[in-house]
């Protein structure tokens, strides 16, 4: 049975920092894509970042370019998302993803393409 856990979201002040991490359990880590999503309240699930199964390549959306860094450990089947200089408009419920099938030499940005999904954490940005 496949897991994703996702934790450390919260309550942060507009410019503030945070990171999430996806513990994965039950699937082939090291071999599968791994994403990231969030979805805002009345919005659609929107695509925040990617990070390939060798971890050489990551792919980001462009609100949060260079804010957002995605990473890997495999050793910890675990994923992370650092997220700097948050805004009020990062506020949502981040999502963890993870592809259904191993390896890939695609890059993978829609929802329908991840099979594996966490329950999501919430990140609230307020002063």
């Known amino acids: 049975q496949v897991q994703l856990v996702e934790s450390g979201g919260g309550l942060m002040q507009p410019g503030g920092s945070l990171r999430l991490s996806c513990a994965a359990s039950g699937l082939t880590f090291s071999s599968r894509v791994m994403g990231w999503f969030r979805q805002a309240p009345g919005k659609e699930r929107e695509f925040v970042a990617t990070?390939?199964?060798?971890?050489?390549?990551?792919y980001y959306a462009d609100s949060v370019k260079g804010r957002f860094t995605i990473s890997r450990d495999n050793a910890k089947s675990t994923v992370y998302l650092q997220m700097n200089s948050l805004k009020p408009e990062d506020t949502a419920v981040y999502y963890c993803?993870?592809?259904?099938?191993?390896?890939?030499?695609?890059?993978?940005?829609?929802?329908?393409?991840?099979?594996?999904w966490g329950q999501g954490t919430q990140v609230t940005v307020s002063s």
């Open positions: 993803a993870a592809r259904r099938s191993p390896y890939g030499g695609n890059t993978y940005f829609a929802a329908h393409e991840y099979g594996f």
């Open positions: 990070i390939n199964w060798g971890a050489g390549n990551t």
